[in-house]
């Protein structure tokens, strides 16, 4: 069945039709749920937003559909609810949610094309009943215009939330609120402007700044020529960890771009200091990619232990009419964990753009990044494991489209070249081949043979990792039908998508270049959890509906029983 064929497992994905972008996620205290919300354009496996999507987790790993948070609604809103964020407050001992958005009254919106005055606004919709139903404000818009004008390539995706360092710098109260929005301005550059709010229950946002306002095409540092500022931001979010201050931002290239889609996910770490107007800026001191693959669309939220936790998109590479067969597109990647590494100096990353080299106490530090440790419940007890170097051979035994492995390679000469080969067809044929290239320093999903009948997109997804003198290299690889996950040393992240076109291409190997496997450490888990029990046959293609009624699509989602009859009469209560 085409809907099933290259259907993930054990990732978060909608029940069918077009998803793109994570937003809104929050941990519910009360409820002891998680909420986590996604673009969606049921009906269709096109582009578009006309609703947030929403589901609940009590561990980010098993999940369940819910009714989405919002459509499309009316005059300000009425092409689009594009990406925001969720804020959870106390409001009078009581639980009060803020979902915050961008509002969409006319398209297209791209940094290509010429900007239409007032088609994106800000807008916020509220819950007070732990996110079953959502109102929108009666002030909406809560902004109305970019500030400067039409010349912006975009204006858009809130993220908003309290900042220490932001309010130590300002002298304001640590309760308020700052809201980043992703922008550019035409012939200049990405920016990102920041504004601030003393009560989120009120309509009053005040401009602050252009924390980032970065020169178009110019390299991000020198030490990184090959890395250059793109045309817009999308997506950004900040915080901070220690006494180190981060952004995270969608930037968007030209279209000359070899990147998937032309866009890439930067962090920035440094500090907000203010410039010779008085004015806060961004001091960016290393920078790096989140994901060397396809993942965008980066969100950030803290859960129940206070670990922030990062979620991106992981779109298609399928040609399209492998996408319309299947009647759905993309997902989102497993859970993130995002820390602080800390590691005594080196100087040979003095040149390396990824960390921050502290002299005064000996210790350099980067961003990390890792599954979350909710990611490893997705093994079951009856899972298949090997677990020692002599047992490696026993992974050539795999027959299975979903897995994880879990290796560590110590001892290294830094010329090794070492490759799993996943999704492989008996014969060999088609394979897709994961290869850890030490002396080019790079991590490489090599996707060339992925597809025999070229299904998706065979260009390799490609990405550095620089291993510092003497460090082992410690790596975790997830498989799940169609999507492929690669995490290495805490600190690198690559996703990346396949479409094996034949059925019998489940199979396994490696090739470690010599290596001695008593140097190996190796463990693999086959068949993880399903992240969706209890969905039913019924959550499969919608009837073509496209564009999709707000009434037409609550029916639907009925009639397959993924909302009940009182939840559709409360949403159509809220929306008239």
Known sequence: MAYSRYRPTSHFIAPHSWSNDPCGAVYVPESQEYLICYQWNPGTTDGGNCAWGMAKSKDLVVWEDCMPAIWNGSSYDRLGVFSGSIVSRLVDGKRVLYLFYTSVSAVPIHWSKSYIKGCETQSVAISTDLGKTWARHGSNPLLNSPPNGTVVTGWR???????????????????????????????????????????????????????????????????????????????????????????????????????????????????????????????????????????????????????????????????????????????????????????????????????????????????????????????????LTASSSSSLKDFTCIRAQNYEIQATFSHLCGTENMVFNVLQSPDATEVTKLVFDLKQQKIIVDRSKSSLKHLGTSTPDCGDLRLLPGEDLSIRIFVDVSVVEIYANDRFALTSRVYPSMETSTCASYDFGGVDEKNVKFEYWQGLRNAWPARGPGCGILPDLHPLSQNAALTTLKKENLVTVSEVHVEMAAAS
């Open 157 to 383: 995706d809130p993220f908003v939330s309290p900042s220490a360092s932001l309010s130590t710098l300002l002298g304001h109260g640590q309760h308020t609120d700052y809201m980043m929005l992703g922008s550019g301005e035409r012939e200049h550059g990405p920016q990102l402007h920041l504004y601030k709010c003393d009560d989120l229950a009120s309509d009053s946002w005040d401009y602050v700044s252009a924390v980032v306002d970065a020169k178009l095409h110019t390299p991000i540092s020198q030490q990184h020529g090959n890395l250059a500022w793109g045309i817009n931001f999308e997506c950004a979010s900040f915080f901070t960890i220690g006494d180190m201050d981060y952004i995270i931002a969608g930037v968007e290239e030209t279209e000359e771009s070899t990147r998937h889609n032309g866009h890439y996910l930067l962090w920035m770490s440094g500090k907000f200091v203010l410039n010779e107007q008085g004015l806060p800026t961004f001091d960016i001191k290393s920078h790096g990619l989140l994901d060397h693959g396809i993942l965008y669309a980066a969100h950030i939220f803290r859960d129940d232990q206070n670990r922030l936790i990062q979620l991106g998109w992981a779109d298609e590479t399928a040609k399209k009419h492998v996408v319309q067969a299947q009647g759905w597109a993309g997902c989102l990647g497993h859970p993130r964990e995002l820390v602080q590494v800390e590691r005594p100096i080196d100087l040979c990353a003095e040149s390396w753009p990824e960390w921050q080299l502290n002299h005064a106490d000996g210790t350099m530090n980067s961003l990390g990044i890792r599954p979350a440790p909710q990611v490893e419940t997705l093994r079951t007890s009856s899972s």
